[in-house]
């Protein structure tokens, strides 16, 4: 196995693990309190909460390490910039990534200095999701257009 499809392996998995992170938060913990006492929900969503703190910032740093070196494989001076549709979809996925990176950063901001977010980050896993399902999409289009 090349080193190229290593760093792919380990991308996709950190993907999902990002993806399913966020997917618990916007869609299986609004169910618990169904089920569960509102104390019982705080107290589900602390303990993994808590576990997910601490993977979660290593998942984001390993996803941007790994992203990076293949984004390198594809724009570089050798083949150019915007020289195709895949380039300029990669770039599009960039960007997106920045916006989802741009926040995450924010958010742990907010926590260290204690400061209160602006009030559109109570939505910012929503605004997440969306954007990491556009990037799983776009990564499949930039194969075929």
Known sequence: MDSYSLVLIIH?????FFIGFI???????????KTFSQKEVQDIKKSIGGRGIKIFPLMVLVLLITGTMMFSKYI????????STFQYLLWLKVFLVFLIASGIVY??????TKRV??????HFHKFAFVLTVLIVIIAKLMFVV
């Open 12 to 16: 996709l998995l950190c993907a999902i």
């Open 107 to 112: 958010s742990l901001f907010c926590k260290v």
């Open 76 to 83: 570089n001076a050798e083949l150019g910039y915007f020289e």
């Open 117 to 122: 977010p602006f009030s559109f980050m109570e």
């Open 23 to 33: 997917f618990t938060d916007i869609f299986v913990f609004p169910v618990l309190s």
